[in-house]
């Protein structure tokens, strides 16, 4: 039939119309109405008959091998069905550029800093190597290994580290700069180390103890006019480190010097609590003992 | 809709009903153990039905067109957001068999119909000899199908007429016709529950119609 007279039966079934139907979710009035259609209308009956084939439970054996072979060629195929997240827009190049640039920045930050600070360690060690041969003067400077005191006035045989180094270090950075100042010291040049430890104590962030002491050793050997400042340092030392040990060990020596025994002594011990067994205990007992 | 979909225990699916699987597969397209859930109960109804739909198409030679079809099916799911299957309303698991049959029987609709668009050439040129006999060869063809649609019309406007039980005398005929011109065997027809009928009721429908055509056409 009937392909002509299917307009007669109404508006032909959608796809959904038709698998409602097989379902058997319609109501009576609606299914009896698509029934009518489906026996005029040609086109939709084999719809139906192509989705009831489609849906039919049963496989067929020529079925069964067909699929197996078309799951295996998906397998190989690897195909998953599993939707990856969605990719988002790639950065246009300029993102790239200025990201490989700012890497670039921060490499070239920590290179140098890497570097900047192994000036003052190569100049440190430079430094400990010329005064683990000799002890410059009496006082105590920071970070300073015990060796008996060998006080000598100034001569071609004093540290004979480079001027250059000392230039160096003294000109790149905070940290080379205190190198310095010890190199200074070490060197007996106490007007320029008095210089540049009164520069690092005015830093308003605050100082550190090891600074005062520093400065106050300066004072201390550049003679008995700065003795007054000397001790100022020591015990600005010691009231931000009440248990700082050259500042204590130095306070005690210039107490001595100055004659005020009775205080030497009370430092000497203040200081032998802290430190009873050093090279350093020892000799300060000794002058206590003078 | 389920407790396991209202209450959002849903962290492998397996708990969930096909329907609500469908749904929230919808809602979470990137969600990796749904899809593998989604994968381990469909995929191989996706595949048969991809199969089935390619009906006569379908041949060994014809699988990786098949694959290809099948992935279109995933593809076709996902379109919008996965716009369909969020809006996917049904509640059995029938209806999420009916849902993924129209999917793939308009992908292979549409895939042959782009094939076709792709083959088409412009006219060829034949003889005219060729041509009356083309010609010979359609009026045959035509009054035929003119004759076979006659015929059917006939048959289905006496056989509604001549059926006792008015109330079914549209599904008896259609069965009838489903089993007739398009093959369904008995045991196929029952297995769907809109015709809403047992093998032996089928039987006893299709009996009755062949009893009243004969009927019919004795007169």
């Known amino acids: ?290 | 809709m389920t407790d396991a979909f209202r209450f959002g225990r849903q962290a492998a699916g397996e708990d969930l009903s096909s329907a609500d699987l469908l749904r929230l597969c919808g809602q979470r397209l990137t969600d990796a153990a749904l899809w593998k859930e989604f994968q381990r109960r469909f995929h191989k109804t996706v595949l048969t039905f991809v199969m089935r739909g390619m009906c006569n198409a379908f041949r060994n030679d014809c699988l990786e067109e098949a694959c290809d079809i099948a992935q279109d099916v995933y593809l076709r799911m996902l379109d919008n957001d996965g716009r369909m299957l969020r809006s996917f309303k049904g509640d059995t698991d029938f209806s999420v068999k009916a849902f993924l049959s129209r999917v793939a029987v308009n992908v292979v609709f549409d895939h042959y119909r782009r094939s076709k668009a792709e083959k088409r050439r412009p006219a060829e040129v034949i003889s005219i000899e060729g041509a009356r006999q083309q010609g010979r060869d359609l009026a045959g063809e035509a009054v035929e199908l003119d004759t076979a649609s006659i015929l059917s019309w006939i048959d289905v406007e006496r056989l509604m007429d001549s059926e006792s039980d008015r109330r079914n005398a549209a599904r008896n005929v259609l069965i009838f016709k489903l089993h007739h011109v398009d093959g369904f065997s008995v045991q196929e027809i029952a297995g769907f529950p809109g015709f809403g009928l047992k093998e032996t009721a089928i039987r006893d429908a299709l009996s009755k119609t062949r009893a009243h055509l004969q009927r019919r056409m004795e007169k």
């Open chain 1, 1 to 290: 039939m009937n392909r002509q007279s299917a307009a007669n039966h109404g508006e032909c079934l959608s796809d959904e119309c038709l698998t409602d139907y097989l379902e058997g979710s319609l109501d009576l009035v609606v299914r009896s109405a698509f029934e009518s259609h489906l026996v005029a209308c040609d086109d939709c009956r084999e719809k139906l008959a192509l989705f009831m084939r489609v849906l039919r439970e049963e496989t067929q054996p020529h079925e069964e091998a067909a699929l197996q072979q078309l799951d295996d060629l998906w397998a190989a195929r690897k195909l998953h069905p599993v939707p990856a997240p969605r990719r988002r827009k790639p950065f246009p190049k300029i993102v790239f550029s200025i990201a490989g640039i700012a890497a670039l920045f921060i490499i070239a930050f920590f290179v140098g800093k890497s570097s900047l600070g192994s000036k003052p360690s190569v100049a440190k060690q430079a430094v400990d190597a010329v005064v683990s041969h000799r002890r410059p003067f009496e006082p105590r400077v920071v970070g300073q290994d015990y060796m008996a005191v060998q006080e000598v006035t100034r001569s071609a045989e004093d540290p004979a580290v480079p001027d250059v180094l000392v230039a160096k270090m003294t000109e790149d950075s905070a940290v080379a700069y205190e190198v310095g100042r010890y190199f200074l010291l070490v060197k007996k040049e106490y007007a320029k180390a008095i210089k540049h430890l009164k520069t690092a104590v005015s830093d308003p962030k605050g100082v550190p103890a090891d600074v005062h002491n520093d400065l106050g050793v300066a004072y201390l050997q550049s003679g008995p006019a700065n003795f007054a400042d000397a001790e100022a340092e020591f015990k600005n030392a010691l009231e931000t480190s009440p248990t700082h040990e050259p500042a204590l060990f130095n306070l005690a020596l210039l107490y001595g010097r100055l004659g005020r025994t009775a205080d030497a002594e009370e430092l000497t011990q203040q200081y032998l609590t802290l430190d009873p067994n050093s090279g350093w205990a020892e000799e300060i007992q000794k002058k206590a003992g003078n």
